[in-house]
């Protein structure tokens, strides 16, 4: 149980406890005898009364974030439960004011029960939502939020790095990958899986993909969508039997062709949407949306999982074009990590592996068309005081740059390869500012003001 669930259930049952109290010594007569004998004996109607009132809480308790609304949910069921139960009871003539304190510990057992049910079926869990600016694409990601929340809580960030046992036999002696237009594709990044078994994917992964907006579909797609959660890089999963002459063509579509998309739509392609293609024909919308002529489904044996990194310009462009804004294409257009293609298909063929969805065949094709080199920032503390009007320390900016994951070499800031947003020292300085905190900044009028 979570810090802010028992943070819940301490409240809920305080709360119960002053209400309850309340509620028995305004209903009933206020002489001291009476008002005793009132609070240890209640009526039926009371009880009724007192569990609509848990009820009503747990729900609120929910909208305002001290319980999951999972949990309330189920706990206002029992609730409601044990008012038609004393109802029933009242009706047969069992309810008597000698069994009231019984009844009254039976309520709360119901709505604790119901409490434990929710924690049981996994309708427990929380759901944050975020608004991300469109400068911060690192941040669409659980790593990117786990990031910012170890800077801002000062707890030290640890990410899993994937471990994939493999099945022999190597990837390049299948599929050959070429790319013609290597601006428009600075990074591909492919691996296979062989004897796949298509089915659901785990419950576990489902509930996390619905909470998160996504609709789960198969254990390989789930997969691929999951990793884009999880990384922030978006996935494609191919039917390698549908890739004509196992020969994979980065290349912006030919005059006249057209594509049938996952969603069912035709498109006509015009010579500057960059596609995904085999030896014939266009497979994939780069960025955008897979083919249906490629499409993953119950018989598929042979699985290429493809990690890329594309010209965010030319990705919007194409979906706006083609009138089909995604979730892999909202996050290309924003301009991501070309670094992180080989973090999230190593992610996505360890996942295979961890749900028996198929054998990892060795070996990565691993397509890089520069050398990548890290933006270099120098390290002015006076400079970003003055632009701040703030007198932080040095040692203070350097503690949150690090935090940040930024690299520092003397006075050099080595800005990480997710971080294409920071570009000059005003940059550095609002990062300074965020974790320093903008409440702690001084106010200054202009002559305007005055």
Known sequence: ???????????????????????????????????????????????????????????????????????????????????????????????DEKSGAVFIAIIFLCIIAAGLLAAVIGADDHVVEFEITPNRPDCLSVIGLAREASATFHKPLKLHTPEIKGCGGSIADLVDIEIEDAELCPRYTARMVKNVKIQPSPAWMRERLRNSGVRPINNIVDITNYVMLEYGQPMHAFD???????????????????????????????????????????????????????????????????????????????????????????????????????????????????????????????????????????????????LLGTDVSEAEMRRILLSLGFGLEGDTILVPSWRSDVEHYSDIAEEVARFYGYNCLLYTSDAADD
């Open 1 to 95: 149980m979570s810090k802010l669930q028992k943070r819940g259930y301490v409240i809920n049952t305080a709360v119960l406890v002053v209400l309850f109290a309340l509620f028995m010594l305004i209903s009933g007569s206020l002489g001291g005898t009476d008002s005793f004998k009132l609070i240890l004996v209640p009526s039926i109607w009371q009880c009724c009364y007192l569990i609509i009132l848990a009820a009503s809480l747990n729900l609120v308790l929910g909208f305002l974030g001290q319980l999951s609304l999972g949990h309330c949910g189920f706990m206002a069921i029992g609730a409601y439960t044990a008012a038609l139960m004393s109802l029933a009871f009242q009706r047969a003539g069992v309810y």
């Open 240 to 386: 390698f039997s549908c890739v004509e002459g196992g020969h994979i063509v980065v290349r912006t579509a030919r005059e006249g062709e057209a594509i049938q998309t996952l969603d069912g739509k035709d498109h006509a392609l015009t010579t500057s949407m960059l596609c995904i293609c085999d030896e014939h024909r266009p497979v994939c919308v780069a960025g955008v949306m897979g083919g249906a002529n490629s499409e993953i489904v119950g018989d598929t044996a042979m699985v290429v999982f493809e990690s890329a990194n594309f010209n965010g310009a030319s990705v919007r462009r194409t979906a706006t074009a083609l009138g089909m804004r995604t979730d892999a294409s909202s996050r290309y257009e924003k301009g991501l990590d070309p670094m992180n293609t080989m973090k999230a298909v190593q992610r996505a063929c360890e996942l295979v592996e961890l749900l028996g969805a198929g054998e990892v065949v060795d070996g990565v094709i691993d397509i890089l068309n520069y050398v990548p080199q890290p933006r270099v920032l120098k390290l002015e503390p006076e400079k970003i005081n003055a």
